[in-house]
């Protein structure tokens, strides 16, 4: 027989909008699991039970279905996090050992230069465990979803942001000075072909680009401009692989028969010209498309 | 929703909607329910920056696996060995070519990653090949060759990290119709990269205008040495490209540095040309090289044309013996001027300055006398007058005076002042000579007393003169058939009986009313010898004078085989009249018209030009010199041009 939960008014108190729930039979026995569990997870933490409740209770006040986060909620994390927040010295050691080589990772994945992880780590670590308000910003992780994943995002949007910011020369390749190997022909008639109307092909395709529907952009996009691998991208849309690769290549053939439609009505080609053209183009199509989303997207990828 | 950094964020781009930190974190959990995945995933086909940022989070957090039927670039990102691929900046048949950052030297480099499939065990040449190749690619160091920093494999692909290019493939270059020269200067160096690999033992066998790189700062590269050598049997559409293919390379026989020689060939053939070598359908067993002759469209120097026809030879040991003496012999050929042709221009140029400088010294020195000799005038003019005044007051005999007159009148034409002379001088001039006592004189005398005559009516008559000179035509016939035929011939009187005869009357009634042959030709001649005129009738019967003087003297012997008398007073007549051409040149240079020579001048011009004219080279040679320097000076600006 447990002892009644001793902090359970203290947790009912913040939620009035979920009273219902605490008619359920042994709910405050679960709560007191919970905690428990939490605290075995993360032990060694200094951490006085009624406020991280207090801090749990208002986490889930927050959330736009408390019920449904009720059940889902990263305790552990959560506590991880509320210590961290109050400055525990176990807990940001911790951090630092578990947590802090995947932001790290995720900056890396921006920019690899050791300077720029490591301004972007710095930081990270004073926007989130350093406050002057006295509210240290890890303290918002609501428990939804992972720490890590949520301090990932933290610091991949520090690291996008900041590379924004000063986006430096040597990684933007101006569209004039590409080495244009695109598609090396044999053949010398369509090696002129691709002279001529490489331009033209490469507005067509700009301008059917705009056309596509905003799914198949995005798809075409996280394919050739981020250089997401077809399981990367079903990882992005949380579907399966093969879903995303019947409809990249959907997305891939749309554009490029609307391309040949766009090259036809403009250079006026006999269609075995178009057809020879469209031979000699085609196989470039993936750099030309990567070439036209960049340019597209411009500095504020 | 509260986000993270909402406030540091650029807010137009982040609508409510956007993720927030708790909001990627629920997205990406295990238990997230279908319709707030749905949500998110509507938003993220409309929003970049959450699609940017899903899109970071699962680079990191999920492990790409191959894709299938789908071509996939590297990402930005992506650590390769010690490098982070950037963009991908090349694709072709041997694989994709990015550019990357090295981290640890902090700098760019450009990544190649071979396709999957070549350089893999299934090869009999296999990856240690290609990379024991690479690695001796490492190893050499030439401008014109891309630097190899580094080979190596990577999740079983092998890769290579170059030098970075800013530029584009010579093939790109190509194709905006570069001039000839250009083309030429290009492929030389490329040539030069090419010789140096072969002298490294390493062979192309895939050069083609795509594998060379011509950066922005104007350097050439050639680039993906070896790499033919393991795709030739794993497949034949990526082995080399055909077009550039060398016939032993066909047949499958093992490609040497000749192998490259022919390769090079095509392409620049294709530079200057603008199409590859063809040879003609029907042709099956090759003999010598085809595309031969090339299409005279090009301006392609005929030493390139021989330089290709060989390097095009179907049989390898019929070709260049090195890439070496194949760039040699093109850069040979691509110079515009052999030293012979410099040495020769020079050798003109210096010849013509020459012979302009003697006559221009010479026209100083006539200038020089002129001068002088105008400045002497009046001096002259008083000498003259002096003269008459004193042959008058010494009481000369006829002859005296005749001779007087004579030697006044000669000065007074030669110095344009022949109005002088009085009428009541010419006449006295005729007393004196119709009172002589000729033929008591002895005939030397009698010559020299008409010839003064003869000088006076023919500088200072006019054409009434003649009159009276008419009677004097038998007395001077006389005078001559008095005189040995010897002596007749001596230059001395054919000089004294020219003037008179020329004044008494035409030459005609002289050689009716002398029946000796040698009269007639002394007649002739000396009139000749005055310079005066040339006619053709005279001519005529200057070769009969001849004739007949040879017929007269040949039989005794005294003239015979003898030289000419005739010859050089002739070549006399004819040289004066030259150098009367050349007086109006000097005439000219002093800036008055040679016509208008004032006869005085002219007199003084004559003499100068006479010693001016003497050892300088003819007016023919010197312009002919001049004409032919001025040709090879734009014979070589042609070809100046011609080679640009």
């Known amino acids: ?169 040597p990684e933007q390749l101006a569209a004039d000075s590409r080495w244009d190997a695109v598609a090396p022909t044999a053949d010398i008639q369509l090696g002129i072909l691709h002279q001529r109307y490489g331009p033209q092909f490469g507005s067509a395709l700009k301008e059917s680009m705009a056309e596509l529907s905003s799914q198949d952009r995005s798809l075409l996009r996280l394919h050739f401009l981020d250089g997401l691998s077809l399981n990367q991208i079903g990882a992005v849309y949380q579907v399966n692989k093969s879903t995303i690769s019947r409809r990249l290549s959907r997305a891939r053939e749309t554009l490029l028969a609307r391309t040949r439609d766009r090259l036809e009505r403009t250079l006026q080609l006999q269609p075995a010209e178009l057809e020879s053209l469209m031979r000699v183009l085609a196989p470039g199509l993936d750099l030309s498309l990567t070439s036209v989303l960049r340019s597209e997207s411009g500095p504020s990828t | 929703m509260s986000r993270l950094f909402a406030s540091e964020d650029v807010i137009t781009a982040v609508s409510p909607f956007c993720l927030d930190e708790n909001a990627v974190a629920r997205y990406l959990a295990d238990d997230t329910r279908d319709d707030e995945r749905q949500a998110v995933r509507e938003h993220l086909d409309t929003c970049d920056r959450c699609r940017d940022l899903l899109a970071g989070l699962v680079r990191t957090l999920v492990t790409p696996e191959p894709d299938d039927g789908l071509p996939r670039m590297l990402p930005r990102g992506t650590n390769l060995s010690r490098y982070v691929v950037l963009d991908p900046i090349g694709r072709g048949g041997m694989g994709v070519v990015y550019a990357a950052y090295d981290p640890e030297l902090d700098r760019k480099v450009a990544l190649k990653l071979l396709r999957s499939d070549l350089g893999s065990t299934a090869s009999g040449l296999g990856r240690s090949q290609l990379l024991s190749e690479a690695q001796a690619m490492a190893r050499l160091s030439h401008p014109n060759i891309i630097t190899v920093f580094d080979v190596g494999t990577w999740n079983d692909e092998v890769f290579f990290a170059m030098e970075f290019v800013r530029g584009q493939t010579l093939r790109t270059e190509q194709g905006r119709q570069i001039r000839p020269r250009r083309a030429l200067d290009l492929y030389l160096a490329a040539g030069t990269g090419l010789a140096a690999a072969h002298q490294a033992g390493i062979v192309h066998r895939d050069f083609k205008p795509d594998n060379v790189l011509v950066g922005d700062d104007g350097r050439v590269r050639v680039t993906d040495f070896g790499l033919a050598r393991t795709t030739e049997k794993v497949d034949a ?158 009481g000369l005999g006829a002859e005296g005076v005749l001779a007087a007159f004579g030697l006044a009148s000669n000065m007074d034409a030669a110095l344009g002042l022949a109005e002088n002379v009085s009428e009541h001088q010419i006449a006295e001039a005729h007393e004196v000579m ?181 050892g300088l080279a003819s007016p023919l040679l010197r312009w002919a010199l001049t004409l032919a320097s001025l040709a090879a000076l734009a014979w070589l600006a042609w070809r100046r041009w011609w080679f640009r």
């Open chain 1, 1 to 169: 027989m447990m002892v009644p939960f001793p902090h359970a008014d203290t947790f009912w108190s913040r939620l009035p909008r979920m009273q219902a729930l605490r008619t359920r039979p042994g709910i405050d026995d679960q709560l007191a699991d919970r905690l428990a569990q939490a605290l075995s997870a993360r032990p060694g933490l200094t951490v006085e039970p009624r406020a991280f409740v207090e801090h749990w209770a208002g986490q889930l006040a927050r959330a736009p279905e408390p019920e449904a986060e009720f059940d889902r909620i990263h305790l552990a994390d959560l506590l991880l996090a509320f210590a961290c927040g109050r400055g525990d010295p176990e807990a940001l050691r911790m951090f630092r050992a578990e947590l802090l080589p995947a932001a790290v990772s995720a900056v890396r994945g921006v920019e690899p230069s050791g300077a720029f992880v490591e301004e972007v780590t710095q930081q990270l670590l004073e926007r989130i465990l350093v406050s002057a308000d006295g509210h240290p910003r890890i303290l918002e992780y609501a428990g939804r979803g992972s720490l890590e994943h949520w301090l990932r995002a933290a610091a991949l949007r520090l690291a996008l942001n900041a590379r924004r910011d000063n986006r430096r020369a």
């Open chain 2, 237 to 394: 559409r990526v082995a080399g490209t055909p077009a550039y293919m060398a016939p032993e390379q066909w047949r499958g026989a093992s490609a040497d540095e000749r192998t490259d020689q022919y390769s090079f060939c095509v392409a620049l053939y294709e530079a200057l040309y603008g199409s590859r070598p063809i040879r003609p359908a029907g042709e099956r067993a090759p003999s010598g090289p085809a595309g031969f002759p090339p299409p005279r469209t090009a301006r392609v120097p005929p030493g390139v044309v021989r330089v290709l026809a060989r390097g095009l030879q179907p049989d390898p040991a019929q070709r260049w013996p090195s890439m070496d003496a194949l760039v040699a012999a093109l850069r040979e050929a691509r110079r515009p001027f052999r030293s012979w042709m410099l040495v020769a221009a020079a050798v003109l140029l210096l010849a013509t300055t020459g012979v302009w400088a003697q006559h221009g010294l010479a026209m100083l020195r006539v200038t020089r006398e002129l001068t002088t000799a105008a400045q002497r005038l009046p001096g002259l003019l008083r000498a003259q007058a002096d003269l008459i005044d004193l042959q008058a007051q010494v």
């Open chain 2, 434 to 614: 119709r009172s002589a006592d000729l033929p008591g004189l002895k005939s030397r005398d009698a010559l020299l007393l008409v010839n003064s005559w003869g000088s006076v009516v023919f500088n200072l008559a006019d054409t009434g003169a003649y009159g009276f000179a008419a009677p004097a035509v038998p007395l001077l016939v006389g005078t001559m058939e008095g005189i040995s035929a010897d002596e007749l011939w001596s230059q001395a009187t054919l000089e004294r009986i020219g003037v008179p005869l020329v004044a008494a009357a035409r030459a005609d009634d002289l050689l009716l009313v002398s029946a000796r042959p040698v009269v007639r030709g002394t007649a002739v001649v000396g009139a000749m010898l005055t310079g005066s005129w040339l006619d053709r009738e005279l001519l005529t019967e200057l070769g009969r004078a001849v004739g007949a003087r040879v017929a007269l003297h040949a039989p005794d012997g005294g003239w015979a085989g003898a030289r000419w008398p005739v010859v050089p007073p002739l070549g006399r007549v004819v040289h004066l009249r030259a150098q009367g051409r050349d007086l109006a040149v000097y005439g000219v240079a002093l800036g008055t018209p040679g016509s208008r020579t004032p006869p005085g001048e002219a007199f003084v011009f004559r003499e100068l030009a006479a010693d001016a004219e003497s």
